[in-house]
């Protein structure tokens, strides 16, 4: 039997403001109590406090500005994305069955959405994925141009769900893998295979086609995933 680990006592300190600001008590804009208001509302000594709010503003929870009080700051999906995303590199870099994790789970969220945009797209939606497509075509030969159209056609995609979470786990997911993508031979023709298989996903979203979208869109990240690698 494991013997219970004593908890720090700025862990303590951090699950009360924790707490305290879920509770609203300290609604998103406003200020937090000094530190020496702080020290005297939870009994601790100032180290207990500090390392409470810098853990605090590492996970978005507030912001802290030289000379002023520590502001509350609205959590978003985003923001909370951006917070993990160095620890999620770090992880995917050590754990070779982690990037197939995250290259899987990015076919089962894609593949839904392509489906769900086939019955929910908009006329407006449509257009900024056909300027993406559009985009990549004028941009072959311009690597970072061409990826970065490539990477907004799926978060577009990814935000007509209307779901603000999963368009910043997609964000998130394709910035993570980014940073494992191959360093290829440019091979003539890459970048228009890719092009074309975006016109198929898109043709199957403005024909209402949820089947065909869904379908289009696992053919297309199964032949990218493999350009995703840990080196190893």
């Known amino acids: 039997m ?3 680990q004593k908890k720090k006592l700025y862990q303590s300190v951090l699950d009360r403001l924790i707490e305290t600001i879920a509770s609203k008590e300290f609604p998103p804009g406003s200020q937090l ?9 939870i009994g601790v000594g100032r180290p207990s406090i500090r390392e409470a709010m810098l853990t605090l503003q590492q996970m978005g929870l507030i912001r802290i500005s030289h000379g ?3 502001r509350v700051v609205k959590p978003t999906p985003e923001a909370i994305i951006d917070q993990i995303s160095a620890a999620m590199i770090m992880l995917l870099a050590d754990n070779p069955k982690g990037l197939e994790d995250l290259k899987s789970a990015r076919i089962m969220i894609e593949v839904g959405l392509a489906r769900m945009a086939a019955t929910s797209a908009t006329a407006n939606d449509i257009r900024f994925l056909d300027e993406c497509i ?7 030969g311009d690597s970072a141009v061409f990826v970065a159209a490539d990477m907004r056609f799926h978060e577009i995609l990814a935000g007509i769900s209307g779901n603000s979470l999963i368009a910043a786990a997609v964000s998130g997911m394709l910035v993570w893998l980014t940073r494992f993508k191959q360093d290829m031979v440019v091979v003539k023709g890459a970048e228009q295979v ?3 298989e975006h016109k198929l996903i898109l043709n199957a979203i403005r024909n209402n086609d949820a089947e065909a979208a869904g379908a289009a869109m696992q053919r297309h990240l199964s032949r990218a995933n493999a350009l995703y690698s840990n080196y190893t």
């Open 33 to 41: 109590p000094s530190e020496r208001e702080l020290m005297a509302m």
């Open 194 to 196: 890719t092009i074309e």
């Open 68 to 70: 002023e009080r520590a």
């Open 2 to 4: 494991e013997p219970i």
């Open 134 to 140: 559009k985009e990549m075509q004028a941009r072959q």
